[in-house]
């Protein structure tokens, strides 16, 4: 036996082979092999663990390169680990602090260890544990923490906390500067309009939550039936729930009033899904007699513990007091959770979760307070301004020479300046804001718009992404059959009627042929059985075409007026029932519903059906029946479903089957014809299925459900043997017909994703739908546009799978991704940052199959990577988490409820108003608050700025230039109105921001409120605040009370002149408000005789010097003005020209 070269021994395994000699190789030889193995799967590991480090390369190139960085990464990473004094110093003491906090808030709130649980059927009181009540809670106080809550999130801004400062130093003697109410009223003031506006949407949302939990249910007691609140239900409870009533909390689906022991479930507002879901009652219940025969008999659910996935649920239901004692395992197919919406029967159920253990809570994130990118901006900016305040106290010090107590005088310096950062700042913002909401709501082109958050209308003039939901919001659901191919001859909607009239004519001349056969069945079979040369007249084939879609599919029909009726009379009334204009079709895809009402459109009628079999209605009215022999459910793998029927006046055998072109065109006879037609149909936007059918004799049949039946019993690879027996049928199909569904769009999808795609909005689709249905609606939408390449991302399980998929996309140019939301999970905890960094270079990515938790994870994804602001738009209760987690949540008041639109901060009843919201409001908001803001702001440098010269001229002294009311009123009656009618100002006219979305671009560089704009205002007022004050101190004569009042005079006038400079388009409101100021300053001067000389400021001297300075400080701002609008005019004056 040979030994292995030493190139594939490893170094610690050497050793082995020099103690052969000694021991003999027969002795080493197994022990050789072993270490051998275990070294080579070290080696393999240490591959995996080398792939774990190892960034995406940018080319094939990279892989080749021996000596790249990502070498070095685990070194590096070990050295960082290594520094330990190093690492105590810069972060240990941030890492010790954080971990003793988090410490004491487990102490104090320790979170509750979830666990199964064994669940008595009503008997709520055998509960070993305390479980949380069933009731929502959208909140985000109590009465306790309201004060302090507010006054947290209020005193966190910089801006409220220094003037909380700045008043508390009032009460000192030596540092009171002014009147308390100068400094007390104004903070006062902002307190009580936030804290009343913060009560308001409190009460708003309390209101919201009583109405949910107050919402009587049906309870099952031993002395009969109970009304009992949503908010009261326990756990063991036995809970009835109506047709059209929400699912108060999760439950064991135990009874129902359908015979068939089953129900169907819409989930809407969990999974955002309007499929309605079939749901199966435990047949040991639902087998009992009556109602009441639940309490006597003793039985028990046993429940996994609580957790987040909405699809999987594992249990068990055992029934004690029987013999043998009954077992039945439960899955997920045997729950009804909380949140979705009965859709037929009664159904009676056996909690299991309450509260916030219900899965619908679990995957709802908390609402977090939102704060829009501008009141940061200004945050930093009053920072900026902090620190020029304490500058120039101290620089006033230092010139005073720091004589006597020196910190005292800088303290009486930092009150005097603190005019900079001005408090009616907040105040103005948060009016202008409020207003801006109201105009949204009072818009005539958006009615029905609602703003729930009225503190961050300017995102809506900020945003770079868009994510969106699918169902619901891009489409309205709503299925309509558009196209039915045969291969030689097509049919669309103007044609139907064609088919209608082959399909009566061929049924018509059935029954004339069974009316001639008066023998029975058995000549009826031959003449079917001779069939085939027939079969090649195009009515033969809609006929068989059109038999086809009405047998294979999940649909049951429901006939509404007749719910209260007997089974036993509905099935002696049957023709009455078939012909009932109330039928509605049930089925866990619209699209097959779309298809059985196209069938029942020309002619063809499902009327009934059970589990075991199907009724038709002929256009003649003959009833045909069919049994189901076997129904071979849809799955995301298969991408098909089939079903064997026997037709019971023929008993002849059908297999037939439908699904996507991919799964289907190798299954089907050699055609030329399907790829293309259906690559023509998907081009249009419709959905496609190919329908085709396989005959099947008597013994082919038995042969197939006896291994069907042994495969299903298989207790080891049960799903791969039953795929595998099936697919021995799946082989030389027939090939019947190619249909095409429309998924209806919501009004204007596309001419609005057109226009926000043009203002430089990238927008991404969320969607919990299947993968060929998102890549359709986003064709269809024209999210993807027709000259773009769509790029799907393969299944990817693990890290390699994943790492080399990224790179295959990495290669793509201008490409729409479309990704799952397994693959989507991989990449995302391996590669998380390359990810986002490709995903963000695409024009459009679409995510399928997202659970809410992921659409919410996305968002935050797409913020830490990007710092962009981000808005998602849904109108689902499974959009929630999402909607909550961007910078702007849009709610859409649609057919799934108003969950969404009650949790989001702005609601719509349309998507195509996002338009308009955005490219119009969202622009005025945005352009209009970071005027207000920085007038403001300048009107407080302003005096500052004349207090500054005055305090130098005076020889450093810490006295205030103007005192008392002149101070307070200054910053209200006599500039408050002019300066907030800045809220009416508009750049662009509405119709001209819709028409060029492009100018949208320019806001989200924001330039309109930035350092360099916040320099010229400070430019600005540094200038003006000279000239007013250095003006007034060399024209007046005699009484420093004429410098006094002819400064203030002159900073009044500068204030309403410079408004009138800001405006862009003038409103008659402003006009009223500049001269509502003005009136009011002009009437109070006869009562402040305590700062002004009356007999002064009547006379032309006092008139002529105030002119003169005011002219001084404005006028080259006007000039300069007017020389930029004409030598470097912005964008949107080049389009109004």
């Known amino acids: 036996m040979d030994v292995p070269t030493p190139d594939l021994v490893c170094p610690d395994t050497t050793w082995a082979m020099g103690r052969v000699s000694s021991y003999g190789w027969g002795v080493w030889e197994s022990r050789l092999h072993a270490l051998f193995a275990v070294q080579c799967r070290y080696q393999l590991e240490d591959e995996s663990a080398h792939l774990d480090e190892m960034p995406l390369m940018m080319s094939e190139e990279g892989f080749e390169n021996e000596e790249s ?63 949380p009540r069933n009731s929502i809670k959208n909140q985000k106080y109590n009465v306790f923490t309201f004060i302090p809550g507010v006054l947290y999130e209020q005193f966190k801004f910089f801006l409220n906390l220094y003037f909380l400062v700045i008043s508390c130093s009032q009460f000192v003697p030596a540092l009171k500067i002014g009147y308390l109410y100068t400094y007390w009223a104004p903070l006062g003031f902002v307190l009580a309009v936030t804290m009343t506006r913060e009560a308001i949407d409190e009460f708003r949302r309390f209101q919201r939550d009583k109405e949910v939990n107050s919402q009587l249910y049906s309870k099952l007691t031993v002395r009969g039936k109970v009304q009992v609140k949503s908010s009261d239900i326990q756990v063991g409870d036995l809970i ?18 359908e015979k068939a022991g089953s129900c169907f479930i819409r989930t809407d507002q969990l999974d955002g899904e309007t499929d309605w879901k079939l749901k199966v009652a435990v047949s040991c219940t639902q087998q009992l007699p009556a109602l009441g025969d639940l309490f006597s008999i003793s039985a028990y659910v046993y429940a996994q513990k609580p957790q987040m996935d909405i699809h999987s649920f594992e249990g068990t239901f055992t029934r004690e007091d029987s013999d043998p004692p009954i077992h039945e395992s439960l899955s997920i197919e045997n729950t009804l959770w909380a949140s979705t919406i009965v859709a037929s029967g009664t159904v009676i159920g056996v909690v299991i979760y309450t509260g916030k253990e219900t899965r619908s809570v679990m995957n709802t994130s908390n609402p977090k307070n939102k704060v829009g990118l501008l009141d ?305 149909m998907a081009r249009e936007g419709l959905r496609t299925l190919v329908v085709a059918k396989k005959a099947l004799t008597e013994e082919q049949y038995q042969d197939f459900e006896s291994r069907y039946t042994q495969a299903k019993l298989s207790m080891h690879d049960r799903s791969l043997k039953v795929a595998a027996v099936v697919e021995s049928l799946e082989r030389e199909m027939e090939l019947l017909c190619l249909t095409g569904v429309e998924d209806q769009l919501q009004a204007d999808v596309r001419p609005t994703l057109e226009m926000l795609r043009n203002a430089g909005i990238k927008i991404w689709m969320l969607t919990g739908d299947k993968l060929e249905t998102a890549t359709c609606i986003a064709k269809s939408s024209h999210l993807v546009s027709r000259t773009q390449d769509i790029h799907i991302f393969r299944q990817v399980t693990s890290r390699g799978e994943a790492h080399l998929e990224l790179n295959a996309f990495r290669r793509k140019h201008d490409c729409a991704l479309v990704i799952s939301g397994d693959s989507l999970e991989v990449c995302l905890k391996y590669y998380e940052h390359e990810f986002v960094e490709l995903a963000c270079q695409c024009p459009a990515v679409v995510c399928c199959r997202c659970s809410p938790t992921q659409k919410a994870r996305i968002v935050t994804l797409l913020q830490q990577h990007t710092g962009r602001r981000t808005c998602a738009i849904g109108d689902g209760g499974n959009d929630v988490s999402m909607i909550q987690a961007a910078d702007c949540g849009i709610g859409i008041e649609g057919k799934e409820g108003k969950q969404a639109s009650l949790a989001a901060d702005f609601s719509i009843t349309q998507f195509r108003h996002i338009g308009r919201l955005l490219m119009v409001h969202g622009r005025n908001s945005y352009k209009r608050s970071a005027a207000l803001g920085q007038f403001v702001m300048h009107r407080g440098l302003i005096i500052s700025t004349m207090q500054a010269v005055f305090s130098s001229v005076f020889y450093f002294a810490s006295v205030p230039l103007y005192q008392g009311f002149l101070m307070v009123g200054y910053a209200t009656i006599y500039t408050m109105f002019p300066v907030f009618s800045l809220v009416l100002d508009q750049d662009v006219k509405p119709e001209m921001a819709m028409l060029y979305p492009e100018l949208y671009k320019d806001l989200t560089k924001g330039r309109s409120l930035s350092f360099k704009t916040f320099l010229i205002w400070v430019l600005i007022s540094i200038y003006q605040g ?33 408004v009138a400079l800001t405006v862009r388009t003038w409103h008659w409101l402003m006009v009223v408000a500049e001269f509502l100021s003005l009136g009011c300053y002009v009437s109070s001067l006869a009562f402040l005789n305590e700062y002004f000389d009356v007999a002064f400021i009547t006379t032309v001297t006092f008139l002529w010097k105030v002119s003169a300075i005011t002219v001084v400080s404005c006028l080259p701002l006007y000039v300069l003005k007017y020389l930029r609008r004409k030598l470097s005019p912005p964008s949107y004056c080049k389009l109004a020209s």
């Not at 590096?76 to 808030?105: H, N, P, Y």
């Not at 009616?424 to 029905?448: C, F, H, Q, T």
């Not at 007013?1028 to 005079?1049: P, R």
């Open 1026 to 1058: 000279g000239i007013l004050m250095y003006g007034a101190l060399v024209l007046f004569e005699s009484e420093f009370v004429h410098v006094v009042a002819i400064s203030f005079t002159a900073l009044i006038l500068t204030e309403l002149l410079m």
């Open 69 to 131: 960085d990502y070498h070095t990464l685990p070194r590096a990473r070990i050295m960082q680990r290594k520094r330990g004094l190093e690492w105590f110093v810069c972060d240990g003491w941030k890492f010790l602090c954080t971990s003793c906090c988090g410490w004491l808030i487990n102490i104090c709130r320790r979170k509750k260890e979830l666990k199964a649980r064994t669940v008595w059927l009503g008997c709520p009181e055998k509960c070993e544990e305390k479980h």
């Open 240 to 257: 009835i729930v109506e047709k059209n009533q929400r699912i108060p909390s999760d439950m064991v689906f135990l009874r129902t009033s």
């Open 376 to 680: 940061l901006e200004l945050n930093r900016l009053t920072k900026a301004l902090f620190l020029a305040l304490v500058a120039l106290s101290i620089v006033m010090v230092t010139l005073q020479g720091f004589v006597g107590p020196w910190y005292r005088n800088l303290f009486r310096f930092l009150l005097l300046f603190s005019y900079i950062i001005p408090i009616s700042l907040r105040v103005n913002l948060d009016m202008g804001k409020a207003v801006y909401g109201w105009m949204m709501m009072k818009d005539e082109n958006i009615p029905g718009t609602v703003v729930r958050t009225s503190t961050i209308p300017e995102e809506l003039g900020r945003l770079v992404y868009l994510l969106t939901d699918k169902t619901g919001t891009l489409t309205q659901n709503e299925m309509i059959f558009k196209r039915l191919h045969l291969g030689t001859v097509s049919y669309g909607a103007d044609t139907m009627d064609e088919i209608q009239s082959h399909v009566r004519d061929s049924y018509s001349q059935m029954q004339s042929q069974a009316g001639g056969n008066n023998t029975g069945s058995t000549p009826l079979r031959k003449a079917q059985s001779s069939a085939p040369k027939v079969r090649k007249s195009v009515s033969s084939r809609i006929h068989e075409a059109v038999k086809a879609i009405v047998l294979c599919h999940n649909v049951t029909p429901v006939y509404e007026s007749r719910a209260g009726v007997t089974e036993e009379t509905e099935f002696a009334e049957a023709d009455q029932d078939f012909s009932d204009e109330n039928r509605t079709y049930q089925a866990s895809s619209p699209d097959e519903v779309a298809l059985v009402q196209w069938t029942e459109s020309v002619g063809l009628t499902l009327v009934s059906r059970d589990l075991t079999s199907m009724q038709l209605k002929t256009p003649s009215g003959q009833v045909l029946s069919f049994c189901i022999l076997q129904l071979f459910p849809f799955t995301s793998e298969s991408k098909r479903m089939g079903v064997i029927v026997r037709d019971e006046s023929t008993a002849e055998i059908t297999f037939y089957m439908k699904g996507a072109d991919v799964a289907m065109s190798p299954i089907v006879q050699y055609n030329d014809w399907l790829e293309e037609e259906c690559g023509n």
